[in-house]
């Protein structure tokens, strides 16, 4: 691994702001708290969800660091930063939201395996990079290709991160081909978020952003790219993120009849309140993301103030004077959009939102209807407890 090296301890861990809610220490895992989430469309890079398998990778030479890029391919090579800052710079705005997002919410339902998340594992910048579907063409795989002529039809992203998961190996996971070749779907090799240099934490010096997709395929610290005949057989491609039927526990999991998560659900969450909250009787600001896989736009964000029985329609934006429509050139296809509304309240209630796309996909009512053991994707309505005045809810 020239350049870049992974510690197998905790001991070179960079800084990170003091007001991130830690829910795991070593890895690091931790997200922002909620009114910080929503406090500007672009998440700082300070407050962005940090999702972490092992010990943060270290560079030690950036001169000497480069991507091999291999496998059933015409032309392997090894590109080095240079190689990849000539092609194209790409500014990509997309939000990379966790599978996990939520999930202490599903664990209250019925316990599930893994790190504990509010509603903020998810986060909303500016990538910059080449185009994966660039890099692929200097190997010689050309755009929009299923299968290239050695019969490679899947991208496998490999870290040099130590996890205990891959028993000490490196994270990875892979997309398919026609996917990582396809210029419109925006897969890039990012350099850079929010105008600088990515941080440690975040996958310095170079990682992949897929789009529309959970976060999990979006592999930091790259080392190699490999272009194979199967989908990656690495741990959280195939015994990890994967959604399960309720009835399925860890007795009798088959972790070979489910595909690996690709597209995240439609979702959206309440960040001006928390889950239990107290406020004085009268207007009451109701605002948060919504978000939808795949590129799909948002349609519509319903609101309630009874629980459920009656919905009113959010307003929706991305940017500040424009209105935001679903799906039109003016958005931002892969991001998140804020919804905001302003409501009575003047007794004890249950604020609930919940959001449309644009394939009228809409948020599952209950979270016991898509419960799983791995707790992924939990999408159902968002709801907030209110007590009014000094009643106590
Ligand atoms: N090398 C490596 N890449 C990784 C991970 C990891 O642990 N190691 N975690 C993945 C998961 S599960 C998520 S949700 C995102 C989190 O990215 P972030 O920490 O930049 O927010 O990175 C993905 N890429
Ligand atoms: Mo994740």
Redo the contacts with the bound molecule.
């Keep these: 691994m020239p350049g870049l090296t992974a510690p197998s301890d905790y001991s070179q861990e960079p800084l990170r702001h003091p007001s991130l809610i830690i829910n795991a220490k070593e890895?690091f895992n931790a997200e922002p708290p909620r009114s910080a989430l929503i406090s500007s469309y672009i998440t700082p890079v300070h407050f962005?969800?940090?999702?972490?398998?092992?010990p943060i990778p270290l560079v030690d030479d950036i001169e000497r660091y480069c991507v091999s890029i291999n496998g059933l391919t015409e032309n392997p090579k090894e590109l080095f930063m240079n190689d990849i800052r000539m092609l194209p710079k790409y500014n990509v705005t997309a939000t990379?939201?966790?599978?996990?997002n939520r999930r202490t919410a599903m664990s209250k339902v019925r316990k599930v395996k893994g790190v504990g998340w509010d509603i903020s594992?998810l986060?909303n910048a500016v990538w910059g990079g080449a185009k994966l579907a660039d890099v692929l063409e200097l190997v010689g795989v050309s755009k929009f290709s299923y299968c290239t002529q050695k019969g490679g039809k899947h991208v496998e992203f490999v870290?040099v991160?130590k996890?205990e998961e891959e028993k000490g190996g490196?994270?990875k996971?892979s997309i398919p081909l026609i996917q990582a070749s396809n210029p419109e779907a925006d897969v890039l090799l990012a350099y850079e978020m929010n105008g600088e240099p990515l941080n440690r934490?975040?996958?310095y010096p170079l990682?992949v952003i897929v789009p529309g997709v959970?976060?999990?395929?979006?592999?930091?610290?790259l080392d190699s790219i490999s272009i194979n005949a199967e989908e990656c057989q690495g741990f959280?491609m195939q015994k990890d993120?994967k959604m399960f039927p309720p009835s399925v526990d860890w007795s009798n999991i088959d972790w070979s009849a489910r595909r690996p998560q690709m597209d995240f659900p439609i979702q959206c969450a309440i960040c001006s309140l928390e889950d239990v909250d107290h406020i004085k009787p009268g207007k009451v600001t109701v605002s948060g993301y919504a978000v939808a896989g795949g590129g799909r736009g948002i349609e519509r964000v319903d609101i309630s103030v009874d629980g459920g029985k009656n919905w009113i329609e959010a307003t929706r934006y991305q940017k500040i004077g424009v209105p935001y429509v679903a799906d039109s050139l003016s958005s931002y296809k892969w991001a998140w959009v804020f919804f905001e509304i302003t409501v009575d309240i003047l007794r004890n209630t249950e604020i609930v939102a919940k959001a449309v796309d644009s394939a009228a996909n809409v948020q599952p009512e209950k979270v016991e209807e898509i419960w799983n053991v791995r707790g992924i994707l939990n999408n159902s309505w968002h709801r907030v407890q209110v007590g009014v005045g000094r009643s106590s809810i």
Excluded at 48 to 54: E, I, P, S, T, W
Excluded at 96 to 100: I, K, S, T
Excluded at 214 to 221: P, Q, T
Aim: hydrophobic content about 25%; proline content about 6%; aromatic content about 18%.
């Design positions: 890895p962005f969800y940090k999702r972490n398998h092992g990379l939201q966790c599978a996990g594992t986060g870290s991160d996890c490196p994270y996971a934490d975040h996958g990682r959970i976060g999990a395929r979006s592999v930091k610290w959280f993120y």
